[in-house]
């Protein structure tokens, strides 16, 4: 392409290799075809020298490459991977001068918050150079990495994925050129530039079949059951703190807890506030022995577990004190009876004899059966839900609110570079915020990423509903609302599955009603099988939402019920959704009054409580999108269903 005048004479230049925005009036078409190849040229035809050249740099493809995992291990790698590239690209335009907006230049102290969109002011006429510069330096700090981990030069198409476009000054200033950009990325993400690849007769990556598996593999460690044929790319997360983020005694980095770690936390954490009790720390042991005979591979614990071991709390004398360490550490797995499977544990641990691994799956088996009818008999405590809930959250249309609009907050801001920078520091205060409050030992999640605008964490099942409304209810007032998805599922199930549905939810949740602000809480089975509930969250603070709703149904972790009865009950019987859904139509049909009333009817008839069916009946009501009339809370009920039987 050549140059091509627009409007008031001011111009737009591209040519194969990188493309920018001019000053004055963005033609519709013009951006489509040229706002946003990977580089940018300067324009002669600019004005106001002196003002700075706003650039808008993304690191795309970024939910896709962290969705592809096989284990928390590796999504938080992928997570990790993608912090540090958008934290080198910030650090680069630094380096050449060039001025934050976002994100924050305080969040570059620890890079787990950086976004993947950066936004910087560079000299007058320097932005397209610039921004080519930083390009360049991110995709050599990930070829370092590639090598690192291969030992050789690998290609991997796409990854990383750099975009950006440049809007030099112009008669409206900041606003402007911000909305000339925020016009011309979306137009530079449809134009897929990609050298071609060939891999003939080459088996495809297992997670991200795009790219061609590695014949050599790089030297590692990693447990034969993890060893699946990858692509480079999925390489280097696989091996991100063995190899790249190894600490400085050569160690390999902290992890990420694995799903069991996380599911079993609440039961973990009773187990060790039992120290006391003989009998607990006796079969604590005898699990911890039948474990050494197969996994010699260290874990990472859930934060709070491991500082409520390392602090002694609950009394474990010295004897017992590594005993309780690693049970805090790696003991997340080990403690349902169903992990000890001889065929199981075979194919994960063939080196181990099996004679050995037979009396191991029996003693392992017999001990963690006898703590969880120790810690039920002696300390009231339920037994280690299999479930646990991935947690999702984003901020609503925060591009409109950045670009002046109001949007879902509660006041427009001036569209400003200042005004720009206090919200990303507010972003970066709020994603510290929810990444330490997850970790606590009320909530025992664990954050993959929190940048302030968006959220993805893993909560155990009892947990997830709390944290969801806090997580919410963290967000500043000032800031637009929040949509909140949350999705329990097995442990041993698909990761990959849960977080995708995971996403999906979420976006149904904003797109169900206009003004978004939605909660959308849903499972997925062993089995496959899956529903969802989509709501909206209660208007003020404080207000009773459709969380509190769901978690009146939790199974309770003591011997009293969810709304405050005495003795433990069955509670409400999963019979009462088909019959729900056999008489939809008809229950939809009738007056309210006389809807409300069958409604409740049904709801004791199946055990439930009184608290119980006026749960039912205002899920019902919320239940997005809005129709007219009364409708059969059939949805709802399935998860509620679900989160008596399952979560606890």
Not at 572 to 601: C, H, K, Q, T
Request: aromatic share 6%; glycine share 10%.
């Amino acid at each position: 392409m050549g140059k091509s005048p627009v409007g008031d004479g001011s111009s737009h230049y591209a040519d194969d290799d990188h493309a920018l925005c001019g000053g004055g009036e963005l033609r519709d078409v013009w951006a489509e075809l040229t706002g946003g190849a990977e580089g940018a040229g300067e324009d002669p035809g600019r004005k106001d020298e002196g003002e700075p050249d706003l650039v808008l740099l993304t690191i795309s493809g970024v939910q896709r490459y962290i969705r592809e995992s096989r284990s928390t291990s590796d999504l938080g790698a992928a997570s990790r991977i993608v912090a540090e590239l958008s934290a080198v690209a910030a650090q680069r335009f630094l380096d050449h001068g060039a001025r934050l907006v976002m994100p924050a230049e305080s969040s570059l102290a620890d890079s787990a918050g950086v976004p993947n969109k950066i936004v910087a002011l560079a000299p007058a006429g320097t932005g397209g150079r610039l921004a080519r510069a930083v390009a360049e330096a991110v995709r050599e700090k990930w070829r370092g990495w590639v090598r690192t981990v291969m030992g050789r030069e690998v290609e991997t198409p796409g990854m990383p994925g750099v975009q950006w476009v440049c809007s030099p000054a112009s008669e409206g200033g900041y606003a402007r050129q911000w909305a000339v950009a925020q016009q011309a990325l979306p137009a530079r993400r449809r134009v897929r530039d990609f050298p071609a690849v060939e891999a003939p007769q080459r088996v495809l990556c297992s997670l991200s079949p795009r790219w061609p598996a590695e014949v050599e593999e790089p030297p590692h460690r990693a447990p034969r059951h993890e060893r699946d044929a990858l692509s480079a790319a999925n390489w280097v997360k696989r091996l991100w703190r063995h190899r790249v983020m190894k600490n400085s005694d050569g160690r390999p980095a902290p992890g990420f807890p694995s799903t069991g770690a996380v599911a079993s936390a609440p039961f973990r954490h009773r187990v060790l506030e039992s120290w006391h009790d003989a009998g607990v720390v006796a079969e604590v042991g005898r699990l911890r022995r039948a474990v050494k005979v197969m996994d010699r591979f260290p874990e990472t614990p859930v934060k709070a577990l491991g500082t409520l071991a390392e602090s002694g709390e609950g009394g474990p004398g010295d004897g017992s004190r590594k005993d309780a360490r690693w049970f805090a550490e790696a003991g997340g797995r080990w403690v349902f009876p169903d992990t000890w499977r001889v065929d199981r544990l075979r194919r994960e641990f063939p080196e181990v004899e099996q004679e050995r691994l037979e009396e191991a799956v029996r003693e392992g088996h017999r001990a963690a059966t006898r703590l969880i009818t120790r810690m039920r008999d002696r300390h009231g405590a339920a037994p280690p839900a299999p479930y646990l809930a991935v947690l999702v959250q984003d901020l609503d249309s925060l591009g409109r609110y950045l670009g002046g609009e109001r949007g879902t907050a509660r006041a427009a801001i001036e569209v400003s570079a200042e005004r720009h920078r206090q919200v990303s520091e507010r972003l970066s205060g709020l994603g510290a915020e929810l990444r330490e409050g997850l970790a606590r030992v009320d909530l025992l999640g664990a954050p993959v990423y929190a940048g302030g605008d968006d959220l993805l964490a893993f909560v155990p099942a009892s947990r997830a509903l709390a944290a969801a409304r806090r997580c919410h209810d963290t967000v500043p007032s000032d800031l637009p609302t929040a949509s909140t998805a949350v999705v329990f599922f097995h442990h041993v199930s698909s990761l990959q599955e849960a977080v995708t549905h995971a996403q999906e939810l979420l976006t149904e949740a904003k797109a169900s009603a206009e003004s978004k602000h939605g909660f959308a809480v849903g499972y997925v089975r062993r089995s496959g099988v899956r529903e969802a509930s989509l709501q909206g969250w209660a208007g003020a603070e404080g207000e009773r939402g459709p969380e509190a709703d769901f978690a009146l149904f939790l199974r309770p972790a003591t011997g009293t019920t969810a709304d405050g009865g005495g003795a433990e009950r069955v509670g409400l019987s999963p019979r009462i959704v088909g019959v729900l859904a056999r008489d939809a139509d008809e229950l939809s049909s009738l007056p309210a009054e006389l809807y409300a009333a069958e409604i409740r009817r049904l709801v004791t008839r199946h055990g439930g409580s009184a608290a119980e069916a006026e749960a039912l009946l205002r899920l019902g009501r919320g239940e997005r999108p809005e129709t007219p009339g009364s409708r059969a809370p059939v949805a709802a009920a399935r998860v509620a269903a679900f989160l008596r039987g399952e979560a606890r």
